[in-house]
């Protein structure tokens, strides 16, 4: 099966200190893969070097069969690779839907007409909605982003990132801060994303990894120490002595 | 906005709908024909001050684009509408798009420098981008008349019928037309889906990448149009006036306009106008009263307003009325 998403060797280094070492990955269609590792593994770089955010100091990324190592991160996007943060990155004073609305624009190429009023764009504001309808936070459609609260903030990052279109869909911590009942709604929400979706997401709750991933792939110290089913990962001895052992601990 | 919406269609209309205070305000204009003949040339003057402070709004109210040397464009379109009418174009509006293409032009040159930086590092570059120009004017004397101020305009009677009279009859008329027509304009824009691309940088530039937007193009965009609009600002003046002076691209007129958006109230189209309006008056009257020191007054009324109405004037104004409805019903 080709990769709809794969790396060769990247590498980063900041100084001396370096942050990604090798890493080679192959997405396939459909997958959904965890990314787990202690803190600093460089599990978010591996996403700043997917997506453009960072640039890596060797190797290349390839979406599909194209090269898109030296691409802005917008135009990796508009390919189909798409990214949420750990951190809310929303616009606060935009409502819901007029933020989705402009990502919905922004696909379609009409975020720079000036001269054409913004309610004319029925469809990109249907779609929009329809975005929010699925994640279930419709309701909160017309408010303000920084009155949401926590969690339907959260799926509104991820509400962003879908009205790209994306083929790959990464989530950093999708379920940061949100309490442990409700983050499991969050991934129920996920898991029922389009199947033919490539979703790679970071995540620290091992219940939540091995339920809701098909595949895993454990970073150390800015490598990938080994990548396969959560069947393999679990019983892999060196997680369970350098990842899952230590984490037991904290 | 906490009103009944009853779908995603109609959310967005209600936010570009005409509001009655709109109109009403709008209407008012007319006003100083009755209410103020003696006054025309000093309401002309309010109006191009307007005009010139909705295109700083349209950059750092809506894109976040501080700048510190806007009368850049605005001394462009004086000198360009200018020097037309003294070599024999006097046509008056058909300088005015001229004018507004040279600073445009020139707006859309600089935004490949402007659109990739931000905060600090803008106010200087803008700053120096307007001083550059200014002594470029300055020394361009055989151009521009440098100190002494360009000589010899020849403005033709608009539509070749009404003269620009002493009273200011159609300088206000002239004025205050264009300045609603660039509000259309101006106010269009914001509500279009570029504008909401605008208000998406202004609220997080750092995930507009991350939604596929190109910020840069953007901000180029906007850029140029706001030169434009500068730039037919400062042509209305030269028009009106028949004179430039090099005092239309001082720091003074960039520090002035900045001034009068931020007493008013940034980001919210109104602003400028509502600020032009109190510091013209203001000046108006105070200098009347003690010429040397009308700035004291100025400086106090902006510490003031900064400290109680972080947001201008309107801002106050729109938290005042969105608290008194909320307990009306």
Partial sequence: ?????????????????????????????????????PNGAGKTTLINLMTGMLRPDAGSIFLGEDEITSLAPESRVKRGLARTFQINTLFPSLSALESVTLAVLEREGHAGTWWKSLPAYRDAAGEAHEILSSLGIAKDAYRLTRELAYGRQRLLEIALALATRPKVLLLDEPAAGVP????????????????ELTVLFIEHDMNVVFRFASRIIVMVG???????????IARDPEVRAVYLGKAAHG | MHSAVTGPHAHL???VRWRRIEIAFWLCTLAPFVAAPAYLQLASQIAITALFALSLDLILGYAGIVSLGHAAFFGLGAYAAGLLSKHAWGEPLSGLLIASAVSAAVGYAMSFIIARFRHLALIMIT????????EAANSASWLTGGADGLQGMKIRPLFETFRFDLYGRTAYTYSVV?????????????HSPFGLALRGIRENATRMPAIGAPSHAHLRKIYALSAAMAGVAGALLAQT???????????????DVLVILILGG??????????????????DQFSGISPQFWYFWIGLLLVVVVMFLPNGILGGLAKITARWQRKAP
């Fill in chain 2, 241 to 255: 006036t028949s004179t430039v002076s090099l005092e239309v691209l001082s720091f003074q007129r960039s520090a």
């Fill in chain 1, 180 to 195: 442990k009942d409700e983050s499991a709604d969050l991934f129920e929400a996920i898991s029922s994303l389009a199947s």
């Fill in chain 1, 1 to 37: 099966m080709s990769a709809v998403l794969s790396t060769r060797g990247l590498a980063k280094r900041f100084g001396s200190l370096v942050v990604a070492q090798d890493l080679s990955l192959a997405l396939p269609r459909g997958v959904r893969y965890a990314l787990i590792g």
């Fill in chain 2, 266 to 283: 940034a980001g919210r189209l109104y602003g400028g106008i509502v600020g032009a309006i109190i510091y013209m008056v203001a000046r």
């Fill in chain 2, 127 to 134: 700053l120096g981008l307007g001083l550059l120009l200014h």
């Fill in chain 2, 178 to 190: 264009v300045l609603f027509l660039t509000f259309l304009a101006a106010r269009r824009i914001i």
């Fill in chain 2, 13 to 15: 209309q209600a936010q």
């Fill in chain 1, 222 to 232: 800015g490598r990938i120490l080994v990548e396969g089913s959560p069947g393999e």
